[in-house]
């Protein structure tokens, strides 16, 4: 394993979380093991004092409190976060930011209010393009001193399943997620998720900002335009069978039959086909897929394998409807984003693995 990790990506990766693998197992992430990604602080809000303004290419600005939003139209659906910087930290030469594996990700049941209706009753002016989001949190990056920004096209905001989210598993955001509101839009990666909303303004114009422009883009080189982020790419996770080795997470199981299961998903539709390899990828079998169970939330699958003594290298791959299917390797860009790369596990096959009776 390379380890000239820097102190600089340490201090990321302890402020920041991935949710441990063996919470695949839950179809919706239990509240705390969601991973989580914040580029600044996380701001306190008080809740009494906080309003949402709408602004910028409308007929009327609208302020909102959070009873306001509250008895709006009450919509809750699962759906599955993950960060564009998975992956990220099996590139080589590596990007510095977030060095994630493959844990940024999960499945919240979030609830809140459509922002479409929102963005009608302030009412869209002919000349309106894109919606800009705006948090209450503030910093630099890339020497520029920014609040965290975002804009989607106003086609997208229009969209039934985007919505204003105020709750999590049934309860309010809590702080590290957005409290006391933050925008889902599902099937796009991470950065699209704004928390601790607090503007939303209406553009005639595209939006040029920082997030949007110069780090959520695969490009090659500083000069190359490449192409902004928008959907997530597919990607299976496996729940590590087995027990770990506390310093390297290999498996160690005992021979015989172990059913493998995981998740799947990808932003462009439902997942095809997941398919497993057990001796590091010579040979690959078709897992067993459940359907969809919402249209955006991640998708079980499971395969029995008949474990021999030995050491195995275990993979999965998933195919989504559109066709997308994961790299065997790392694809490298700029800012290591969009990296869905397989997944790989070691495991350790022995007897003397045989749990005590
Ligand atoms: N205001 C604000 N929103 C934000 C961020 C941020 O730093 N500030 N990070 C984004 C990124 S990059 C990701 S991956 C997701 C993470 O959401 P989570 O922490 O709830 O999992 O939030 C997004 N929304
Ligand atoms: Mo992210």
Redesign the pocket.
Known sequence: MTTDFTLEELQSATR?HGMPLEGLAYATTPLGM???????DIPRVDPEAWRLEVDGRVTRALSLSLEELRSRPRVSQPVT?????NGRARLEPRPHSQPWLDE?V?TGEWTGTPLGPLLQEAGLLDEAREVLFT???RGEQGGIVQR?Q?ALSAADCLRPEVLLAYEMNGEPLPP???FPL?LIVPGW?????????QRITVLDEPFWGYQQNVFYRIAQHEDDPGVQLSRMYPRALMVPPGMPVFETRERLLPPGHHPLQGRAWSGWGSIDRVEVSTDAGQHWQVAALESPTAPHAWQAWSLDWEADEGRHELLCRATDAAGNVQPLVPQWNLKGVANNAVQRLMVQVRREFEPAP
């Open positions: 920041n969601h991973y989580v990604l914040t580029h600044f976060l993950e960060c564009a910087g940024a999960g948090g209450l949190d965290y975002r590290q997620h957005g933050r990666y991470g950065m699209t998720q704004v928390k601790w909303l």
